[in-house]
């Protein structure tokens, strides 16, 4: 299926041929996407209409960072995490931090985990750099994230006294509330706004995602442009809704997880996020399409075979990257099948051969072709797989923009440290 832009998704191999009875169910859903009035839907409007002064404020501040450090540390988890890091990923060099270019800051993560080993190491890894801090939270209160930022701040004040790190720690946070909004106003930080009615894991496009984005150097107006593009195509908005109740259809058949697979490295973190724009949207009141992603051909070589033979629950997802950024020839020496060949065919015979395999093995298979990695492109994306999440999660008949489920662990967690 063309969508009008430069994505191909293929759903010829899903198995699934009639999608009408879901006809009603998607008219209902694109009428509650829509209406302005669905609360956390912000996203919908937002390429069309963004704040284009915040834009500017914020590449200006990603120049100010860019200027200034040699390894920029983002801390935030989730929804104040992923959709930042599948960009920085999908768009930078892939060994970025190890070859360093003047004029780019090393870009790392911190706050996701609870590790004291990850956060040791990383201190020991920033020793000698010139540190910039960017704390994103909405709440303020995210046990990660409330860790790794105390600590890294309190690196940078003994590194550079308190009015320095100040200038130093940028904040996106809750315009009004949370104690985050408190010290970000106390001290001065340099600060961007969470907005309101746009839930973590679709706010990639807000300054959650941007500012960390722009530090990479990468070009966000490109970015939004590309969301712009796709939230104009009468053709991907059909094309989402097309998948939306593909899925829907495949999961009312029994298969219930979704394997997100991607050829290309870069992409590992897009896949990630997609996990959590799922897993969070449709995974409640009992229901919800599991997930999953796995890294070919790497992941192969340890889940091809249930790929092939195993339990049939589950249905793919192909994210194929036509014209990968860069390629290279592979030499004589690696027998006469390969030689010659650039390293990028292989890998394109190789989504060929295992598509193929799968489809005698009877795995519905779903294929969106990506003319390249581009910051457009990634803009494209985000905009269409939100839309067809937020679809699919009312065809499932859950809200897809709420979480209630999300706190549990962190009441008894607490309960846990109150014990210690
Ligand atoms: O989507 C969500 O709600 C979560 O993933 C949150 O983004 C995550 O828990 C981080 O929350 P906060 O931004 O409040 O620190």
């Known amino acids: 299926m063309k969508n009008g832009l430069q994505m191909n998704f293929d759903m010829a191999l899903a198995g699934v041929r009639e999608t009408g009875v879901y006809q009603e169910g998607l008219i209902a859903a694109k009428e509650k996407l829509h209406s302005g009035k669905t609360d956390f839907t912000g996203w919908v409007d937002l390429p069309s209409e963004y704040n284009r002064e915040e834009i500017r404020r914020i590449a200006e501040t990603a120049e100010e960072i860019r200027g200034k450090c040699s390894a920029f540390i983002v801390i935030g988890i989730g929804g104040s995490y992923l959709g930042a890091r599948a960009a920085v990923e999908m768009l930078s060099h892939s060994f970025a931090r190890e070859i360093g270019k003047a004029g780019a800051p090393k870009i790392y993560f911190a706050g996701m985990n609870i590790s004291g080993t990850y956060h040791a190491e990383l201190m020991d890894t920033i020793e000698r750099e010139e540190v910039c801090l960017c704390v994103i939270s909405k709440s303020g209160t995210t046990t990660e994230c409330s860790i790794a930022f105390a600590l890294l701040k309190d690196a940078l004040i003994k590194k550079y006294g308190k009015e320095e790190a100040a200038r130093r720690i940028y904040a996106v946070t809750d315009a009004k509330r949370?104690?985050?909004?408190?010290?970000?106003?106390?001290?001065?930080?340099?600060?961007?706004?969470?907005?309101?009615?746009?839930?973590?894991?679709?706010?990639?496009?807000t300054p959650v995602g941007l500012l960390p984005i722009a530090a990479a150097g990468i070009q966000i107006e490109e970015m939004l442009e590309g969301a712009?593009?796709?939230?104009?195509?009468?053709?991907?908005?059909e094309t989402a809704e097309t998948y939306a109740a593909t899925r829907n259809a495949l999961f009312n058949k029994g298969k219930v997880i979704e394997i997100f697979e991607a050829y290309e490295p870069r992409l590992?973190?897009?896949?990630?996020?997609?996990?959590q724009l799922f897993g969070e949207s449709e995974g409640k009141d009992g229901r919800g399409l599991f997930p999953a992603a796995l890294q070919l051909s790497t992941d192969l070589h340890s889940m091809g075979q249930f790929l092939q033979q195993g339990n049939p629950i589950f249905f793919e997802t192909v994210l194929n990257v036509k014209n990968p950024p860069k390629d290279v020839t592979v030499p004589e020496d690696a027998g006469a099948l390969l030689a010659g060949k650039s390293m990028n065919q292989v890998n394109q015979a190789a989504v060929a051969g295992v598509m193929e395999a799968h489809r005698k093995a009877g795995v519905p298979i779903l294929k969106l072709d990506l003319?390249?990695?581009?910051?457009?492109?990634?803009g494209q994306l985000v905009y269409f797989f939100e839309t067809a999440c937020g679809l699919s999660g009312y065809l499932m008949g859950v809200d897809p923009f709420n979480q209630p489920g999300v706190e549990s662990y962190k009441e008894e967690m607490r309960a846990e440290l109150s014990r210690l």
Do not use: C, H, N
């Open 178 to 205: 949370g104690v985050l909004r408190e010290e970000t106003d106390r001290e001065g930080y340099t600060s961007f706004v969470v907005p309101d009615d746009i839930g973590g894991r679709y706010s990639v496009l």
């Open 228 to 237: 712009r593009e796709a939230q104009a195509s009468a053709e991907l908005m």
């Open 268 to 275: 590992q973190y897009f896949t990630e996020w997609l996990k």
């Open 371 to 378: 003319p390249e990695l581009s910051p457009r492109i990634f």
